[in-house]
């Protein structure tokens, strides 16, 4: 009988003493969700690069701001043609940027091609564009290394 009343009296806590939270917080699980999210994110970055692959050439002009992501187009060194990342052939180039123009003939327009990638051919696909219509058409380079 008299286990039932240690047992029943606080289990050993003497006469008077309350129940004190621990003022402590366990950071172990937010630690394993971060190393979580970090894998995920090391993972999925360089999955969301896109674009067809190309060399561009070197240059010291300044990128332009842009609200809206702009139509691009590219031009590999064997010829073929790309709109975003889909290839195209270059009678149907035409059509298919009117059906997706979403700002008409006013769209934006960037014109990638690789720095191999013969004048003749990057000068051919700008043309027939200019020629459809669209006057917004810019050519796309990267920054010079400092």
Known sequence: MAVTLVALSGAGRRRGQRYRPRAE?????????MLVLLIVFMITAPLLAVGVPVDLPKTD????????????ITVRPDGSVFL??????????VPRLTAIAGNGYEERIFLRADKNTAYGEVMKVMARIHSAGFTN??????PLSQ
């Open 25 to 33: 917080i366990n950071v172990t699980p937010m630690v394993d969700v």
């Open 61 to 72: 002009a300044h990128s332009l701001n842009a609200e809206t992501e702009p139509l691009t």
């Open 84 to 93: 975003q990342e889909t290839p195209i052939d270059l009678e149907v180039l």
């Open 137 to 142: 058409i810019g050519l796309v380079t990267d």
